[in-house]
Every structure is written in structure tokens, then in C-alpha cells.
């Protein structure tokens, strides 16, 4: 039982993306391989991403996933009803118009990326075409970006990002009843299961971590 714990933690990651070399980050962390494998007709949860059982850096301060001078409501919260439970407990709605640019919340490698798609409805069986962009952190999380406009993605699998490089436009795709964009940093567990983290995020009244449903904040002054 030791050993299969073990290699569990040990394990790459197992990524479902086409001609995505090994990558590794200087500090020895997080890993990528890929059978070459994804396809736009697949769901994002065939895909398993991150280290397994990763240790989250809780004291990073992520920046809002849009540009400096600007806000956007969060139209839902942690825990809100409507779709943030369960693995998606942890995930921020922002109520942003379809093209509004989309910024890295943390600095990573994109691992996956979908960008073909432009569907979207109110029911979950729509989830399968959502547009997204992910992004590998150090500490083997992944940072998700979702329902973003077909054909907007800046960025392609293997590019190295800076925090607050621009990934995408926001859309309207997949699962979704309005336009906006669903962020979210998870983490896959010992079962090989996605789940959502609670992160600190840094706005110009300072550090959040518990971003509340109507919350419109900033960016600090760079």
C-alpha cells in the first residue's frame, strides 16, 4: 500500500494534448507527458492534469484574471448554488462581455487548451464545448480559464507564462447561462478526481480569501 501511494505521488502528469513534449519547471516541480490523445469531442475531465496530491503554495496571492484598471462582478462565489459544489467549490464566476481579455492569474506552463468551440447553453450536457486554456503551476495545480470565445486563445501548449500574460477573450461557451468567465485552481487527489482549492486572491483593498458573490474588485496599482 506504501509503494502504490508512492508512485501515485510520484506520478506525471498525464495529459491529453497533441505533440506536448516532457516539460519540467526550474525548481524540479511539476511534470507533463502526453500520449498525444485529446481531441476537441472530449471533455475536460477525461483529461488528468497536475500532480497528484499536489501541495498548494497557500500563501501566493493570485492576481484577477482580467487586466489592471478594470472590474468585473463575481456573479458566483464559493459554494454557490447553481454550479460551485462539490469539486467546484472553491471556483469564482465573473460577469465579463464576450471579448473582454482574459489574464493569467499565476505564472505556469499552458498544458491543454481548447479554442474550436462555439456552443453554449444552459444545461450541463453543453459542458463538452467549453473553450478553456490550462495552465500548469510550480506546485503541480492547475489554473483553469473557461467558457472563453472560439478561435481568441493567445497562447499555445508548452508557452511559459508570466502572471498577468493575456490567454484569451471571454465568451460564452459550454455550460454556461451568460457570458463570463469560470476560474478555478485545482489540484487532482489520491482517487485521480479533480477538486477545486481555495486560493488567496490580491485585489487593491488588499488580500481576499473568500471572494464573495458581487464582488467587484481591482487589481493593485502595478
Not at 40 to 54: F, K, N
Not at 61 to 78: C, K, M, T
Not at 136 to 150: C, I, N, V
Not at 178 to 199: C, I, K, M, Q
Amino acid at each position: 500500500m506504501k509503494v502504490l501511494t508512492w508512485l501515485r505521488r510520484m506520478a506525471a502528469v498525464f495529459l491529453l494534448v497533441s505533440s506536448v513534449p516532457v516539460m519540467a519547471d526550474e525548481e524540479g516541480g511539476a511534470r507533463a507527458a502526453s500520449p498525444s490523445h485529446w481531441s476537441p469531442t472530449m471533455s475536460r475531465a477525461e483529461a488528468q492534469l497536475g500532480r497528484v496530491d499536489a501541495d498548494h503554495d497557500d500563501g501566493y496571492l493570485y492576481r484577477l484574471p482580467y487586466a489592471d484598471g478594470v472590474s468585473f462582478p463575481i456573479i458566483q462565489g464559493h459554494g454557490a448554488k447553481l454550479s460551485h459544489r462539490g469539486a467546484e467549490r472553491y471556483t469564482l464566476d465573473f460577469g465579463m462581455p464576450v471579448g473582454t481579455p482574459v489574464h493569467a492569474a499565476r505564472d505556469g506552463v499552458v498544458v491543454l487548451v481548447e479554442d474550436s468551440h462555439d456552443t453554449g447553453c444552459a444545461r450541463e450536457e453543453c459542458g463538452r464545448y467549453a473553450n478553456f486554456v490550462i495552465v500548469l503551476h510550480s506546485d503541480g495545480t492547475t489554473g483553469e480559464y473557461f467558457h472563453l470565445a472560439r478561435g481568441s486563445v493567445q497562447v499555445r501548449v508548452g508557452d511559459r507564462l508570466e502572471r498577468g500574460r493575456w490567454l484569451a477573450r471571454s465568451g460564452n461557451t459550454g455550460f454556461s447561462t451568460a457570458p463570463h468567465l469560470h476560474f478555478g485552481v485545482y489540484r487532482t487527489d489520491r482517487e485521480w478526481r479533480n477538486e477545486s482549492l481555495a486560493v488567496l486572491v490580491e485585489t487593491r483593498g488588499g488580500a481576499v480569501s473568500q471572494p464573495r458573490s458581487g464582488a467587484h474588485d481591482l487589481n493593485p496599482t502595478p
